[in-house]
C-alpha cells in the first residue's frame, strides 16, 4: 500500500515562506498526480495545487503567483512552496497522491493521504 508523510508546516509571519514535503512509499503502483489540499477549522478541505505525471500543474485562484508545487521522481516526493503567506492560509495541509496499483491483491487504483500539517500564519 502506498504511504505518505508530510513535514515543513510551522508558524511563520505574514510574508513568509515555507516549504512542505510529502515522501511517498510503497511497491507496484503507478502515481497519476500528487496534490496538496487544505482544510482551515470550520472550513471544507479545498484542493490548493496538483501535479500530474506529465508535470501539468493546477492551482487554486487564492494562491496562484505565491505558491508552486513539484515532484521529485527519484525521491518519489510532492513539494509545496510557499510564499508570501497570509493569515488566510493558515490552514491544515494535506498531501494526496491518486495512481494506479500493479498488485493484484490490491483494488485496482487508489487514493492516498498524508496524516495533515499545521500551517500557521500570524499578522
Known amino acids: 500500500q502506498v504511504q505518505l508523510v508530510e513535514s515543513g508546516g510551522g508558524l511563520v509571519q505574514s510574508g513568509g515562506s515555507l516549504r512542505l514535503s510529502c515522501a511517498v512509499s510503497?511497491?507496484?503502483?503507478?502515481?497519476?498526480?500528487m496534490a496538496w489540499y487544505r482544510q482551515a477549522p470550520g472550513k471544507q478541505r479545498e484542493l490548493v495545487a496538483q501535479?500530474?505525471?506529465?508535470?501539468?500543474?493546477h492551482y487554486a485562484d487564492s494562491v496562484k503567483g505565491r505558491f508552486a508545487i513539484s515532484r521529485d521522481h527519484y525521491k518519489i516526493a510532492v513539494d509545496l512552496q510557499m510564499n508570501s503567506l497570509k493569515p488566510e492560509d493558515t490552514a491544515v495541509y494535506y498531501c494526496n497522491v491518486d495512481g494506479v496499483n500493479h498488485n493484484a491483491n490490491l483494488p485496482p487504483t487508489f487514493s492516498s493521504w498524508g496524516q495533515g500539517t499545521q500551517v500557521t500564519v500570524s499578522s
Open positions: 501535479i500530474t505525471s506529465s508535470l501539468s500543474t
Open positions: 510503497g511497491s507496484a503502483f503507478t502515481i497519476s498526480s
